[in-house]
């Protein structure tokens, strides 16, 4: 019989979560809104003074002076929002209040069609982690129990692509690099940051398109959804 040249199932596969499990840009639009009409009622002069569009300039303006808060999107947005409940003359108190409002908005996330089912058909097979750049709550959004270790860039102070991120996850749920596979959807954050950290890069590019020919990144893989890498998974382990 002819051997066979299939590695043996990964221990591990880690997802990214905002827009590799669901689309983002349309939430963080709604969270905003939510956040405005919020500031209307109980913030007016900040809803007077403002509009989503100069708030967000005025955090552009931030980022740029204070980079560190790349690594936290939502400290970012409380320190904006702080500046300019001070610059309006309103009580910088409720911006707390502000901030819970806008978290609940950011996580009413829909997961794509075949998360779910994927998720269950990895379940008992494979440790399941996540490792974000993003605010995303998998308590709050209610998939958490779908994932043995979670590592976040606001809670561990590094982000991707830095290595440090994704050993820190794979430690977690007690596996080598070389034993984990992580899937993406951003080429150079998820798939070359995973990859130069030892770990199997997956692009989940739901999207078909061919930005890795630009890029000159070389996924281990291509899937378009969870289907798709699971697919894959059975068809290159043994």
Not at 56 to 79: K, N, S
Not at 100 to 129: M, Q, S
Not at 132 to 140: K, M, S, V
Not at 152 to 162: I, L, N
Request: proline share 5%; hydrophobic share 45%; charged share 25%.
């Amino acid at each position: 019989m002819k051997p066979s040249n299939r590695r043996p199932w990964p221990k591990a596969i880690l997802f990214d979560l905002d827009d590799t499990l669901w689309p983002i840009a349309p939430v963080i639009l709604q969270a905003e809104q939510t956040l405005f009409k919020w500031l209307a009622s109980n913030a007016p002069r900040v809803a007077e003074r403002f509009t989503i569009d100069s708030l967000r300039q005025a955090r552009l303006e931030l980022l740029a002076r204070r980079p560190e808060f790349q690594l936290d999107l939502g400290a970012l947005r409380r320190a904006g929002l702080i500046a300019a409940f001070e610059q309006a003359g309103e009580d910088a108190d409720k911006v707390e209040l502000a901030m819970t409002e806008f978290f609940a908005a950011r996580n009413a996330v829909i997961p794509y069609d075949d998360v779910l089912p994927g998720l269950l058909r990895l379940k008992g097979r494979v440790l399941i982690g996540s490792v974000t750049n993003g605010n995303a709550d998998l308590q709050t959004i209610g998939l958490a129990h779908h994932f043995h270790a979670s590592v976040s860039a606001p809670g561990f102070g590094r982000a991707k692509p830095d290595a440090a991120i994704f050993h820190a996850a794979c430690d977690a749920l007690g596996v080598a690099p070389q034993d984990a596979v992580y899937v993406g959807d951003d080429l150079l954050l998820d798939v070359q940051g995973a990859q130069r950290a030892g770990l199997r890069g997956i692009w989940m590019n739901r999207t078909a398109s061919r930005r890795h020919l630009e890029e000159g990144v070389q996924p281990d893989a291509i899937v378009s959804n969870m289907d798709d890498l699971i697919d894959w998974l059975k068809r290159e382990h043994a």
